[in-house]
T-cell receptor, first 113, second 114 residues
């Protein structure tokens, strides 16, 4: 069974631009969560999507948004990029239900210059 | 707000040694706890998942325990190998309905010396 895939793996953007990251969950998984990982703040929860609806949201500004498609694939968008948005963005998928473990993708390394 | 702490931040051991990594959390109202490993620049690999009703889980040389009431979990690695070198992260999931997000610790960076 294929794991969680994320594209692109690496991105370099300039301040003020916007970026879209993509995540394809494991087949059959309907929940997709996004996390930001930085050396200073560690891993922080961005948001979770389930059945095309945002179910939960972390404490990030509105520049960070996401969506989920009917095939459970998800995208996250960051507008008006800032230097502090440079991070590893990880997505995780799980089966429906809180009891199930989460499986992470390899991440997208975003560098903002 | 849930806070997760991992001690030590870094650990260096000779190959073959048994070791214990510690994780503590402030809010005992958790649904489950998951241990991950992360290699440099890579994603997270799930190692073990312990439900809140369980006391421990084992997988090969790994054993994780959970004491929910005291807010603690330990990951025991037996007979460590150089390939175990990585950062180990614990994460807890709260028990609120509809909340599937994980709260992560800052990790323990393990180096196993051949």
């Amino acid at each position: 069974k294929a794991g969680v895939t994320q594209t692109p793996r690496y991105l370099i953007k300039t301040r003020g631009q916007q970026v879209t990251l993509s995540c394809s969950p494991i087949s059959g998984h309907r929940s997709v969560s996004w996390y930001q990982q930085t050396p200073g703040q560690g891993l922080q929860f961005l948001f979770e999507y389930f059945s095309e609806t945002q179910r939960n949201k972390g404490n990030f500004p509105g520049r960070f948004s996401g969506r989920q498609f009917s095939n459970s694939r998800s995208e996250m968008n960051v507008s008006t990029l800032e230097l502090g948005d440079s991070a590893l963005y990880l997505c995780a998928s799980s089966r429906a239900g809180a009891a199930y473990e989460q499986y992470f993708g390899p991440g997208t390394r975003l560098t903002v210059t | 707000k849930q806070e997760v702490t991992q001690i030590p931040a870094a650990l260096s051991v000779p190959e073959g040694e048994n070791l214990v990594l510690n994780c503590s959390f402030t809010d005992s109202a958790i649904y489950n706890l998951q241990w991950f490993r992360q290699d440099p620049g890579k994603g997270l690999t799930s190692l073990l998942l312990i439900q809140s009703s369980q006391r421990e889980q084992t997988s090969g040389r790994l054993n994780a325990s959970l004491d929910k009431s005291s807010g603690r979990s330990t990951l025991y690695i037996a007979a460590s190998q150089p390939g175990d070198s990585a950062t180990y992260l614990c994460a807890v999931k709260g028990d609120q309905t509809g909340a599937n997000n994980l709260f992560f610790g800052t990790g323990t960076r393990l180096t196993v010396i051949p």
